[in-house]
């Protein structure tokens, strides 16, 4: 979607509310420093920012001019000598064309442990106490979960913004920021949304959803996804369908990353994958008629997954979908498969490899050489060795031999690797470039 530029020309005039006395002379007990500021935004050519939303399309795309509404507020920022910071109301309403806002509040100090300084000398801000600060426009319908008011001790962010459409969103959680020019604040800093139009889950499901992000692809095949703490929910609608907004204030969303949107349920994750991108402040339309996750519902021990990265029972495959390992461990954050048959016999370092090569590749999944722990979750998920080692028949497959059979979990020292002995249930080591042994590629999720 297309934009409307907001860049905030700000008119700032700012006055002392307080008295030239108080303004020069260390306070025996400090009541904060009193502010008044013009803010002006020109609808012009470049940048966003939130409050009512006016669509028009232009050249056949839907751009929004946003302006401000009464009971907006603003956020400031500075350290000096601790946090000195505030949050200013609106005085009045905004110019008729919405465009203009004066804001006045009172700015206070705060240490580290966010509590007040209450001998602050307001005197080390010098002639104006808005030099070196950052301002963030608080629209008049943020919530709790997005702003915390309380915290006085870093930058005031919103953390994680989400709500059930683009409009929405823009309105009430959408960031936009900007640092003092000595004159003003031009609120240009703004951050992408996501907007969510996913189907193919559960109906009346609720789902955790997370924004994640690795520096290429292959390292969030790896695992190497930094997934974003905060988790708010959807619930899937009678069609199996969730629809949202989303945006997540982080400078890093500005950098070229693999980005990854990820639904969460019951044992099993959803990830819709965004892709490589240098993210712009617009709206990214994301939308998917099912998902790219492995799953149709829950997966259970033994079923299989097809070569289309669903879970299925091996007696409901579909026409046209190849099994390609069946289901050994279901965790409450992941899930392991062994391939339906062996790679063959080799040293360790070509069963590391191998592994990591087997085809086909599977959406959201990870072929591997499965670690210690995860064979000992896999024997242990299939009631004993001996079930795990003979359970792929049934299931199209070949069953394991009763022999040694590698894992990627290095020994003591660095020339030796664990492995195991399906023939009588115990680990022992062996030489890694010497011993020539079977290996079978695990399928993680």
């Known amino acids: 979607m297309g934009w409307l530029v907001l860049a905030a020309a700000l008119m700032i005039g700012m006055t002392a509310c307080s008295t030239e006395k108080n303004m020069t002379e260390e306070p025996t007990t400090s009541t904060g420093v009193q502010v008044t500021v013009s803010a002006g935004l020109d609808d012009g050519d470049g940048v966003s920012t939130r409050a009512d939303v006016t669509e028009a399309v232009v050249e056949g795309k839907t751009q929004r001019t946003l302006k401000f509404t009464a009971g907006d507020r603003l956020y400031i920022w500075r350290y000096k000598n601790g946090y000195l910071n ?48 950052t301002a963030i426009l608080i629209p008049s319908g943020a919530t709790a979960e997005c702003f915390d008011e309380a915290d006085h001790t870093g930058i005031f962010t919103e953390q994680y913004s989400m709500a059930a459409d683009v409009n929405t969103l823009m309105k009430t959680a959408l960031y936009v920021a900007g640092d003092y020019n000595g004159s003003g604040y031009t609120l240009t800093k703004r951050n992408p949304i996501l907007n969510c139009n996913l189907g193919g889950l559960t109906a009346g499901t609720t789902y955790s959803v997370t924004l994640g992000c690795a520096t290429d692809q292959s390292e969030y095949e790896n695992g190497g996804i930094n997934i974003f703490s905060y988790t708010p929910t959807v619930i899937a609608d009678g069609d199996g369908n969730v629809r949202f907004a989303i945006s997540r204030v982080n400078n890093i969303l500005g950098h070229n990353l693999y980005w990854v949107l990820r639904l969460h349920a019951g044992m099993f994750n959803y990830d819709y994958i965004i892709g490589q991108k240098q993210f712009e402040a617009k709206v990214y339309n994301v939308t998917r008629a099912t998902p790219n996750a492995t799953d149709t519902g829950d997966a259970y021990l033994g079923q299989v997954i097809g ?38 016999q080799m040293d360790w370092s070509t069963a590391i490899t191998t592994c990591a090569a087997h085809t086909p590749a599977v959406p959201c999944g990870t072929w591997k050489l499965a670690s210690q722990d995860e064979w000992n979750q ?8 001996a079930a795990l080692r003979d359970g792929f028949s049934s299931v199209g497959g070949t069953n394991m031999q009763s022999a040694v059979y590698w894992s990627s979990t290095e020994g003591p020292v660095n020339t030796i690797a664990y492995r195991y002995k399906f023939s009588s249930g115990d680990w022992d080591l062996g030489v890694k470039t010497q011993d020539i042994i079977n290996a079978r590629a695990c399928l993680a999720f």
Do not use: Q, R
Request: proline share 3%.
């Open 307 to 344: 070569d289309d990265g669903k879970n299925y029972d091996y007696a409901d495959l579909p026409s046209g979908v190849t099994a390609v390992a069946m289901i050994c461990y279901v965790g409450d954050t992941h899930v392991l498969a062994l391939a339906l048959t062996d790679e063959g």
């Open 86 to 133: 505030g949050i200013l109301t609106m005085d009045g309403e905004p110019t008729a064309d919405g465009l203009g806002a004066t804001f006045s509040g009172t700015l206070k100090a705060y240490d580290g442990d966010n509590n007040e300084i209450t001998d602050y000398d307001y005197t080390s801000l010098g002639s104006d106490p808005l030099t070196g600060s």
């Open 378 to 385: 896999m024997i242990s998920g299939a009631g004993g060795y």
